[in-house]
């Protein structure tokens, strides 16, 4: 961080310096530490619309110009030419492997995919109709009970094996929560498989016959992890952060990640998104739901638009849009109905002068919702899959965060605007 400058602030007349740190790219930061110190003021940012709540090395994003770079990398470029796991050792470590690094990452991830038996036994506590979000966050958040002793997170070796555990256990959790609600046995993972190839058969497999996993279907979904495995400061991410700034477990800190992750103004919105398609069923009725996202007075928001940092485009979205086509057209699918219908959603709301105007844009959940229920994935389990991916950005932000040696609990302060001080009455007097 270099400071080249100073803000200067006026209080009743009284100027106030404070430090502007520029950071490689991106916009500079006014340091406010001592701001309370010098003034006896707050800031006032509850969305967190203007504030870097830390500095970090791994994910950046520009908005205004439609920029998603892992490390430095563009997400296109790492999309069309690395698989999943390569990604996530770019992003814990922040180089790309080398074939040798290569090999032995994907084998310490495949020797630490099976769960304790014992945490196999657990899922029979939840009903088997139970959202598998909630079953997401009470298994991953049981990892911690697991692991708990034998943890000492200001150990760097102690914490890397924590990041391999969860980005290898993951998809193992994620699809036994997919085999329970169906009441299927679960599969255990196959190490001659790729991760995501290993993801898939864990998913649709059975012990009765081979599952032999497309490879243009592997691929999409190994291109949906990437494009989901980290976005900077996000609700989910600020949250894992938040958790672990107090020195928590870091399995139990992810599992406070997936419950941010879970609502619909986040992860949950590729789920709602099919929804939203299915409700609105037919090109003839695109209409009236713009029109009623335009409605002040109408709760409704077409789900998978708007960003809170993309106000261009999405850099994720288009890519998930060729992967769609891709995965389409290898299940025969060219005309089906809910793509169809959100190319046409999609074109509408383009020209809208109120999603213009917005700067209102597709997401990366667009399309994904599409891409997920043509490789047969059900909708529940949408953002599952966004889960597993972002486990990844999670673990290296938190493991981040510990390393830092400036690093301090997450403590904001509030504007209070409740009852000043007073006396408890009697309670015929109340
Ligand atoms: N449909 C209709 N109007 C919208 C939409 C939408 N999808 N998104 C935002 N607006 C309007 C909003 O009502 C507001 O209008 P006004 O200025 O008149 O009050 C204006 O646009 C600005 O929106 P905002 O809600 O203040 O923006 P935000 O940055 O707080 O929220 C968002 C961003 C993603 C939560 C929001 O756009 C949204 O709820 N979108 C639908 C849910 C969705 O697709 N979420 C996935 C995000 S990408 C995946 C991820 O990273 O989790």
Same mark, same amino acid.
């Given at each position: 961080?270099?400071?080249?400058?100073?803000?200067?602030?006026?209080?009743?007349?009284?100027?106030?310096?404070?430090?502007?740190?520029?950071?490689?790219?991106?916009?500079?930061?006014?340091? $406010?530490?001592?701001?309370?110190?010098?003034?006896?003021?707050?800031?006032?940012?509850?969305?967190?619309?203007?504030?870097?709540?830390?500095?970090?090395?791994?994910?950046?994003i520009?908005?205004?110009?439609?920029?998603?770079?892992?490390? #430095?990398?563009?997400?296109?470029?790492?999309?069309?030419?690395?698989?999943?796991?390569? @990604?996530?050792?770019l =992003?814990?470590? #922040?180089?790309?492997?080398?074939a040798?690094?290569?090999?032995?990452?994907d084998?310490?991830?495949?020797?630490?995919?099976?769960?304790?038996?014992?945490?196999?036994r657990?899922?029979?506590?939840?009903?088997?109709?139970?959202?598998?979000?909630?079953?997401?966050?009470?298994?991953?958040?049981?990892? /911690?009970?697991?692991?708990?002793?034998?943890?000492?997170i /200001?150990?760097?070796?102690?914490?890397?094996?924590?990041?391999?555990?969860? $980005?290898?256990?993951?998809?193992? $959790?994620?699809?036994?929560?997919?085999?329970?609600?169906?009441?299927?046995?679960?599969?255990?993972?196959?190490?001659?498989l790729?991760?995501?190839?290993?993801?898939?058969?864990?998913?649709?497999?059975?012990?009765?016959?081979?599952?032999?996993?497309?490879?243009?279907?592997?691929?999409?979904?190994?291109? =949906?992890?990437?494009?989901?495995?980290?976005?900077?400061?996000?609700?989910?991410?600020?949250?894992?952060?938040?958790?672990?700034?107090?020195?928590?477990n870091?399995f139990?800190? =992810?599992?406070?990640?997936?419950?941010?992750?879970?609502?619909?103004?986040?992860?949950?919105?590729?789920?709602?998104?099919?929804?939203?398609?299915?409700?609105? #069923?037919?090109?003839?009725? @695109?209409?009236?739901? $713009?029109?009623?996202?335009?409605?002040?007075?109408?709760?409704?928001?077409?789900?998978?638009?708007?960003?809170? @940092?993309?106000?261009?485009?999405?850099?994720?979205?288009?890519?998930m849009?060729?992967?769609?086509?891709?995965?389409?057209?290898?299940?025969?699918?060219?005309?089906?109905?809910?793509?169809?219908?959100?190319?046409?959603?999609?074109?509408?709301?383009?020209?809208?002068?109120?999603?213009?105007?917005?700067?209102?844009?597709?997401?990366?959940?667009?399309?994904?919702?599409?891409v997920?229920?043509?490789?047969?994935?059900?909708?529940?389990?949408?953002?599952?899959?966004?889960?597993?991916?972002?486990?990844?950005?999670?673990?290296?932000?938190?493991?981040?965060?510990?390393?830092?040696?400036?690093?301090?609990?997450?403590?904001?302060?509030?504007?209070?605007?409740?009852?000043?001080?007073?006396?408890?009455?009697?309670?015929?007097?109340?």
């Open positions: 961080m270099n400071t080249q400058r100073n803000a200067t602030l006026t209080v009743d007349g009284k100027n106030i310096d404070l430090p502007v740190y520029s950071g490689s790219i991106g916009p500079e930061v006014i340091d $406010i530490r001592q701001l309370y110190a010098k003034t006896g003021m707050f800031t006032f940012d509850p969305g967190f619309m203007s504030t870097a709540a830390c500095k970090s090395a791994i994910t950046y520009d908005g205004d110009a439609g920029v998603l770079l892992y490390r #430095g990398y563009p997400i296109e470029q790492l999309a069309q030419n690395c698989d999943f796991l390569e @990604v996530a050792f =992003i814990l470590k #922040g180089e790309l492997p080398n040798r690094e290569k090999e032995e990452f084998t310490i991830i495949k020797r630490h995919t099976m769960v304790h038996e014992q945490l196999i657990f899922y029979s506590g939840f009903r088997r109709d139970a959202h598998p979000m909630a079953v997401l966050v009470g298994v991953v958040g049981a990892l /911690s009970a697991f692991y708990h002793d034998a943890m000492d /200001s150990d760097e070796y102690h914490r890397t094996v924590s990041a391999h555990r969860l $980005i290898a256990k993951l998809p193992n $959790i994620v699809a036994m929560a997919y085999k329970y609600g169906r009441g299927e046995p679960f599969m255990y993972p196959r190490n001659d790729s991760y995501t190839a290993n993801f898939m058969r864990m998913m649709f497999g059975n012990p009765c016959e081979d599952y032999v996993p497309n490879p243009v279907l592997v691929r999409a979904l190994d291109r =949906i992890l990437i494009l989901h495995a980290d976005h900077e400061q996000n609700a989910s991410t600020s949250t894992v952060r938040l958790a672990g700034s107090s020195g928590a870091p139990a800190c =992810i599992s406070a990640g997936i419950a941010c992750l879970w609502g619909p103004a986040h992860g949950g919105a590729n789920e709602a998104c099919l929804q939203m398609l299915e409700e609105i #069923g037919d090109v003839s009725r @695109v209409g009236e739901y $713009i029109k009623r996202a335009k409605d002040k007075n109408d709760s409704f928001k077409l789900m998978g638009f708007g960003h809170r @940092v993309y106000k261009n485009f999405d850099p994720r979205a288009k890519l849009r060729e992967t769609c086509h891709e995965v389409l057209n290898e299940l025969g699918l060219h005309d089906d109905r809910l793509f169809k219908l959100a190319v046409a959603l999609e074109k509408i709301a383009l020209e809208d002068d109120y999603f213009v105007s917005k700067k209102l844009y597709p997401n990366v959940d667009f399309y994904s919702g599409i997920q229920r043509a490789l047969g994935i059900p909708t529940q389990l949408f953002t599952g899959i966004f889960a597993l991916a972002r486990t990844v950005g999670w673990i290296a932000q938190w493991n981040e965060m510990i390393s830092d040696p400036e690093q301090k609990i997450g403590r904001p302060r509030q504007l209070f605007t409740g009852a000043e001080q007073r006396n408890v009455p009697p309670m015929d007097k109340r």
